[in-house]
């Protein structure tokens, strides 16, 4: 420490900070010690033989090969800070959420499982929201329906929309919901087999409403588009699954 500072003022993120009186006397002159001069190039320098120690012969030394010469421990922080935390981070994170974007289909459960597309979804829009660009709740809805290609499903998703447009927005989450139990009505295929829609290969199961409100239920363990004594009681999200099942065309998904 040419400067008798501690050498972490080389990397310190305040280029030009502001007296705090709360700070002790060692953080004080870490904030304010230069960062020009013969002493502090010769701190900066010994950073860097720090730095080259440290990422030897580990992928994160090729962020910093170009700036060797420079022997500048301060700019091989920032360069390794912006592409592990700052702007390479979000370009890469960013780059990753559109790729998702790009490439994600729910088809049938043979080649991408529905509860896989629906966590690829989520990780999708954590990525989105946390690089601060998230989506509209109406935008994540409206690209949920665009992508859920299964032939059997195609009604469900246009009676949700039908609805989109009498009622107002549906959410992604009740939309979500909605078509995981009608997709635990899909036979299971095996091999190639044809997708025809037959109504004999969509039987119902016990499980297809697993996980529901049971008010909505009726005795077969179906969704009940009757009368519901206690409508009026039922949460939001259970009358919206209800009034989905009521507009979709009977004996179709």
Known sequence: MV????????IRENNDPAPDPENSYVQQCIACAP??????????????????????????????????????????????FDHYEGTGKHTR??????????SIYYKSEKSFPFSSFLNRLQTMFNVYEKEEEPWLESAKTQFFYSRVQHPQLKET????EAKE?????????????????NVS??????GNANMNGDDDR????????????????????????????NWRQLPQLDRDI????????????
């Open 185 to 190: 009505k899909l036979p299971k295929y095996k």
């Open 93 to 102: 994170r960013i780059a990753q959420a559109k790729k998702i974007r790009d």
């Open 35 to 80: 960062l020009t001069g013969a002493k502090f190039a010769a701190d900066a320098q010994t950073v860097h033989i720090i730095i080259l120690s440290c990422v030897e012969g580990k992928l994160s030394a090729k962020w910093i090969t170009k700036l060797k010469a420079e022997k500048n421990g301060q700019l091989d922080y920032k360069a390794l």
């Open 157 to 160: 998703v246009k009676a949700l």
């Open 202 to 229: 969509c039987k119902t199961s016990a499980t297809k409403t697993k996980g529901l409100n049971k008010d909505i239920l009726n005795d077969k363990g179906d969704i009940n588009t009757g009368h519901i004594p």
């Open 165 to 181: 447009v009498i009622d107002g927005a549906v959410s992604f989450t009740v939309a979500t919901k909605i078509l995981s139990a």
């Open 242 to 253: 209800v009034n989905a099942e009521r507009a979709r065309p009977q004996g179709k998904w």
């Open 3 to 10: 400067l008798g500072i501690l050498l972490v003022y080389i």
